[in-house]
Nanobody, 121 residues
Framework: QLHLVESGGGLVQPGGSLRLSCAASGFTLRNYAITWFRQAPGKEREGVSCITSRGDSATYLDSVKGRFSIFRDYAEDTVYLRMNSLRPDDTAIYSC??????????????WGQGTQVTVSS
């Protein structure tokens, strides 16, 4: 069964950091652009960040610019989302999805189940 697996979520205090991981099960990530999404309770899902398959370009949601960074490790075949200066409004379930390009809106080939991130004192 082909799917993505996220990890690294948890409970962190405001101002803290987390690193989320997105890995593939049954295939390789290297040919895909990877997008991180998040969905908070009662809110719509939003795209947080995307990195191209070559790793040469990335995009970010305005509210996370300067705090989050996305990068990929080809040796580990994993995409990471480093989140610094976390705020309570970053609390959400974070999921990753694979597509051909970062602008392949709603054309995702694989999804993960998500990992919970809770920012609270």
């Amino acid at each position: 069964q082909l799917h993505l697996v996220e990890s690294g979520g948890g409970l962190v205090q405001p101002g803290g950091s987390l690193r989320l991981s997105c890995a593939a099960s049954g295939f390789t990530l290297r040919n895909y652009a990877i997008t991180w999404f998040r969905q908070a309770p009662g809110k719509e899902r939003e795209g947080v960040s995307c990195i191209t398959s070559r790793g040469d370009s990335a995009t970010y949601l305005d509210s996370v610019k300067g705090r989050f960074s996305i990068f990929r490790d080809y040796a580990e075949d994993t995409v990471y989302l480093r989140m610094n200066s976390l705020r309570p409004d970053d609390t959400a379930i974070y999921s990753c999805a694979a597509s051909a390009r970062c602008d392949s809106i709603n054309q995702y080939d694989y999804w993960g189940q998500g990992t919970q991130v809770t920012v609270s004192s």
